[in-house]
């Protein structure tokens, strides 16, 4: 990390941590500080990524949207970690890079098509406090996407926020997983707090 987290990392150990450890390799080329980090309460850690596993299976959103949302959110609050992540990951899910790429820009940006941005614009009404919504933004999606995907967006956005600001309040950021791979660096947006040293 850039900086030293809140908590201490400690050891990964024991059977399941050696399985962590393989998942994370497997996935990310590497072991994140953070799931050190995270080792601290090892059941927490379980059922966070739980909950992420199980959103992963959700199919009324389409995949492309739901990492938009994922990484405006990520973006509105702050988190590097997560912005950097779903950056990297936006590869396995298809995503164009360089909409990937500019989403914390995504405003000043030509390369997004009207749904997208109001996908994005929704993820950033959502992470504010209190929440900036408007019902016209809402009809917009309803109409465009339907009650089932609108819910799984809606619910996506909500786990995002929900990491992005523990991994903030935990003092976890980016490691360049983005940058270990060859991508390109991320855009700069004002919406974007120590996103810097994501890519």
């Known amino acids: 990390m850039t900086n030293e987290a809140r908590v201490p990392a400690i050891e990964i150990t024991g059977p399941m941590g050696a399985v962590m450890k393989f998942a994370a390799r497997k996935m990310l080329g ?44 990520a973006a509105s609050v702050g988190c590097s ?29 030509v390369v997004y098509t009207p749904l997208e941005r109001h996908v994005m614009e929704y993820a950033e009404a959502m992470c504010q406090t209190p929440v900036a ?26 786990i995002m926020n929900m990491s992005a600001r523990a991994n903030i309040a935990l003092g976890i950021r980016s490691q360049g997983l983005a940058a270990s791979c060859g991508m390109p660096p991320l855009a700069t947006g004002a919406t974007t707090a120590d996103v810097g040293s994501t890519a």
């Not at 019902?135 to 609108?150: F, H, I, K, V």
């Open 30 to 73: 590497e072991v994140p500080d953070s799931l050190g980090v995270m080792w601290n309460n090892p059941k927490v850690l379980m059922d966070m990524m739980g909950v992420n596993r199980k959103a992963e299976k959700w199919h009324e959103l389409d995949k492309n949207l739901g990492v938009l949302a994922n990484m405006a959110a």
């Open 81 to 109: 970690f997560c912005l950097d992540l779903n950056y990297f990951m936006s590869r396995s899910h298809g995503l164009d890079e360089t909409k990937a790429r500019g989403v914390p820009g995504w405003r000043e940006s």
């Open 133 to 158: 919504v408007t019902d016209e933004l809402a009809a917009t999606l309803l109409d465009r996407l339907g009650a089932p995907a609108l819910l799984e967006l809606t619910a996506h956005i909500a």
